[in-house]
């Protein structure tokens, strides 16, 4: 089992950031933007490549940390759509690291009961990434820990476009009523279809935008921006995002409760 980080870090100011948690206010899911590895490499003079590797040790921390708070499920963006825009070489880069993450943590992550899961364009990328990505998913699936949601190849417009094509296949074929369309028809035709909206949606860097990530699914979430760099990003800022995430009144366009 992981030890526990909080322990590790007794004494630590870390624990007592733990203890400003309500315990019954935890949300359910954290949606994280991981941004300014690039930029975190370039300050350093180093190259972004390095600013990647850095990321993925975030990464893992905030996976222990978000399980051992409760959080249910935690949905890390780590390609879109878009990054194929990248230099070949960066790109490279990066499938050879997701691929070596799922070398590198299946072990761990599956005996601490995490369930991993994939969204995005799985399919186009390598056979080789396509085939781990595969059997980490089939390996943890009856696993009843965190549910670890990573976005490769990812973008939320080709979400909703591939949605609207499960749907009008479904109208064409007579099997569903044009007229019978909802958000739960949208929403059960999302690669999220079985998962609550993110509570909480984190993104470091310091840039303040999406970057087309759950579109639809962000409609009711809170934002939470740092100008940390995604490398630097450590459990106690999840924390952090937490606590402020519980101050915040969220009231889905009804008015405060009196
Ligand atoms: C996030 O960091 C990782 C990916 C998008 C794959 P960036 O590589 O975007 O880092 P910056 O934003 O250029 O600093
Ligand atoms: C968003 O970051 C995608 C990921 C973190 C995987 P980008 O770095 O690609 O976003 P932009 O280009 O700054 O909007
Ligand atoms: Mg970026």
Known sequence: MWKKW??????????????????????QHVAIIMDGNG??????????????R?????LREVVKVASEIGVKVLTAYAFSTENWKRPDEEVSFLMSLFSEYLDNEIDELDQNQVKIRFIGKIDELAASLQHKIENAQTRTNRNSGLILNLAVNYGGRAEITRAVQIIAEK???????????????????????????????IRPSGDLR????LLWQLAYSE??????????FKPKHLIQAIRDYQGRERRFGGIKRS
Do not use: C, M
Not at 39 to 52: N, P
């Open 223 to 232: 934002f939470w921006f740092t100008d940390i760099n995604w490398p630097d």
């Open 171 to 201: 109208v064409q074929s007579g099997e569903l009523n044009s007229q019978d369309i909802s958000d739960y028809t949208i929403q059960s035709s999302l690669y999220t279809q079985d998962l609550p909206d993110p509570d909480l949606l």
């Open 54 to 58: 850095a990321g993925v040790e975030s």
């Open 210 to 213: 999406i970057s087309n990530f």
């Open 39 to 52: 930029r975190w490499a370039q300050r350093r003079g180093l190259l972004r490549s390095f600013g990647h």
């Open 6 to 27: 909080f322990s590790r870090n007794s004494k630590s100011s870390n624990e007592s950031e733990l203890n400003s948690l309500d315990p019954l206010k935890i949300p």
